[in-house]
């Protein structure tokens, strides 16, 4: 079946450096979502991106969906400490969608 | 308009009773998704319901966990026979039409099951 590979696992950093977090699917998606989730709270939708090559930026978050349509990327420009969470990507295939185990980000003040 | 609604929001069980987790989708939604989340761990998809069917539920374990999604009501998860290995959050998900083809899943706060 379809498999979701996230990394890194974790990730800390200093307050104002970037941070990007890597996604992979076994398999081609259709789409491919980003939550974020804080500590001790639930996962909050951030993103999907469709197209193949596709670009989005949130403010300070870039998002890619490669050629390919099989991995994405996170990058999150001079990180803040409003940034701490895990973030999860979600790939989906064929209406099956499966999450990464996710990045855990920690932001030294 | 409320979000997905899920109770308890903690729950405390011993070894060998029932667990059951409620979740009341959003107004609107009619596809639902279990997760559970162990700690410090990611999102493991347990099954994917609509109204009155399963329609996926290739992540739930074999024994002791169902789900259901009536007609009338919330989704309920139950799991028979709790063990210390079934402490973790599980949360629950709705959108309004088959995964993916809308966009997001809207997540409810999670049931934080803790077996002693």
């Known amino acids: 079946g379809q498999q979701v590979m996230q990394i890194p696992q974790y990730q800390h950093v200093q307050e104002g450096e970037d941070f990007t977090t890597y996604c992979n699917s076994s398999?081609?998606?259709?789409?491919i979502q980003w939550y974020k989730q804080r500590p001790g709270g639930h996962p909050v939708f951030l993103i999907q991106l469709v197209k193949s090559g596709e670009v989005k930026k949130q403010k300070r978050l870039t998002f890619q969906f490669g050629e390919a349509k099989k991995n994405s990327s996170l990058h999150i420009t001079a990180t803040q400490t409003t940034d701490v969470g895990t973030y999860f990507c979600a790939g989906d295939n064929n209406n099956d969608m499966r999450f990464g185990a996710g990045t855990r980000l920690t932001v030294k003040p | 308009n409320a979000g997905v609604m899920q109770n308890p929001r903690h729950l405390v069980r011993r070894r060998g009773q029932e667990a059951r987790l409620r979740c009341s989708p959003m107004k609107g939604h009619s596809h639902v998704y279990w997760y559970r989340q162990l700690p410090e761990e990611g999102l493991k998809f347990m099954v994917y319901?609509?109204?009155?069917?399963?329609?996926?539920e290739s992540g739930m374990p074999k024994e002791r966990f169902s789900a259901e999604f009536p007609k009338e009501g919330p989704s309920i998860l139950r799991i028979q026979q709790v063990v210390r290995g079934d402490s973790a959050a599980y949360f629950c998900?709705?959108?309004?039409?088959?995964?993916?083809?809308?966009?997001?899943?809207?997540f409810g706060p999670g049931t934080r099951l803790t077996v002693t």
């Open positions: 998900a709705s959108s309004p039409t088959r995964q993916g083809a809308s966009g997001e899943q809207y």
């Open positions: 319901l609509q109204k009155e069917n399963i329609i996926d």
């Open positions: 398999t081609t998606l259709s789409n």
